[in-house]
């Protein structure tokens, strides 16, 4: 892809100028015909950079963008509702359930998360009792929770069947069979809320640096936070919310199975106003839990084990995710060097953007 020559836009974050990054879009209508140049660019796109727009804005994907609307309807009661309603069943596994803010490393050094989440996995909707706070398990809102699931559930397979194509890959190389619905996996629908927080006097602040252990992640969000490092790039910049879309981006498993060609998205979400609630749906499509990779290390691992192995570097404290292997939070991405010293490997806080942030991340 050609290095673009845009000056990029900066926003005003913590005293200094931050930039904005800019981003392909992909249409979701084009993509779902297979149109040859619009499946090349989302090749394009996954290689070189890991993430990009999705345009639901056509009549195949609107109905994703009033599933949206409905989620963060059920998300604002939810999050609403007393701590002992929303904790009924705490968190489950790590793919299913509540956590209360600051179960987390937030994104600066010495802070706790500043979210609160809830879970609901795409094996767990479909069973006849799902583990599901009372507040939201009547019947409307399971439906909301069944389409917002499952709409997401075919926009990613949409897009892997995309990428199989536009890689040439055909019968059990394609990556939907890897996918199979049918088949037990830790794909799951997150619903975040970001309590208001100010970095110069809260202690729970925004989701620390990570990589996704999805193979795709498609998220939405209608305001400002998420902060993109893209390949190469000395710095984090913000992506900006655009209406009619989702923010698409590639994790750790769709790199391994691509044999690490594309780029899994260094990411986290800082808060850009800190008087703000946010609010953030994140679908995360996740390989069957069988399916064997090569890790960043060399390692043979099924993408269940890879997902608890992460999930457990996730919620230790920075002193145990210091003992990782260094490839575990960013999946094997590198960082460019940028004023300070790389942080992936390192524990000790260094200075980002002005500020202290955590070494390992979210
Ligand atoms: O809240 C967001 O915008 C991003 C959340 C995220 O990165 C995650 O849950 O993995
Ligand atoms: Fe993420």
Not at 145 to 166: C, D, P, Q
């Amino acid at each position: 892809m050609a290095i673009s020559t845009e000056i990029p836009q900066t926003v005003q974050w913590q005293g200094k100028k931050v930039p904005v990054y800019p981003m392909e879009t992909i249409d979701f209508s084009r993509l779902l015909s297979q149109e040859p140049a619009e499946l090349e660019r989302l090749v394009r796109c996954c290689q070189d950079e890991g993430y990009f727009y999705l345009d639901l804005q056509n009549i195949d994907g609107r109905r994703m963008l009033d599933d949206q609307q409905e989620t963060l309807k059920l998300m604002h009661r939810f999050f609403e509702s007393p701590l002992e309603a929303k904790n009924e069943f705490g968190l489950v596994s790590p793919h299913l359930g509540y956590e209360p803010v600051g179960s987390r490393t937030g994104v600066l050094a010495n802070t706790k998360d500043g979210y609160e989440m809830i879970k609901v996995s795409r094996d767990e909707i479909q069973k006849s009792s799902p583990h599901i706070p009372a507040v939201i398990k009547n019947s409307p809102d399971i439906k909301v929770l069944e389409n917002a699931i499952a709409g997401s559930n075919i926009v990613t397979k949409a897009i892997l069947s995309g990428l199989s194509t536009g890689l040439g890959l055909t019968g059990a190389s394609r990556f939907e069979n890897s996918h199979r619905n049918d088949r037990p996996s830790t794909s799951t629908l997150a619903m975040m809320h970001y309590i208001p927080s100010d970095p110069a006097k809260d202690h729970n602040i925004g989701h620390q640096k990570h990589t996704d252990i999805s193979s795709l992640t498609l998220l939405f969000s209608e305001q400002w936070g998420l902060q993109i490092r893209p390949p190469g790039a000395r710095e984090f910049g913000f992506v900006e919310p655009r209406p009619g879309t989702a923010v698409v981006n590639v994790g750790d498993s769709l790199r391994f199975a691509s044999g690490h060609t594309m780029q899994s998205c260094i990411h986290r979400v800082v808060p850009l106003d800190p008087l703000e609630h946010r609010y953030s749906i994140a679908y995360f499509l996740r390989a069957e839990n069988a399916t064997m990779f090569t890790d960043s290390e060399g390692r043979h691992i099924t993408a269940g084990q890879w997902h608890d192995e992460k999930f457990f570097a996730f919620t230790s404290p920075p002193e145990l995710q210091a003992l990782a292997p260094s490839s575990m939070i960013l999946g094997g991405m590198t960082e460019e060097d940028d004023e300070v010293a790389p942080v992936a490997a390192a524990p000790a806080p260094v200075t980002v953007n002005g500020l202290k942030e955590t070494a390992v991340g979210a």
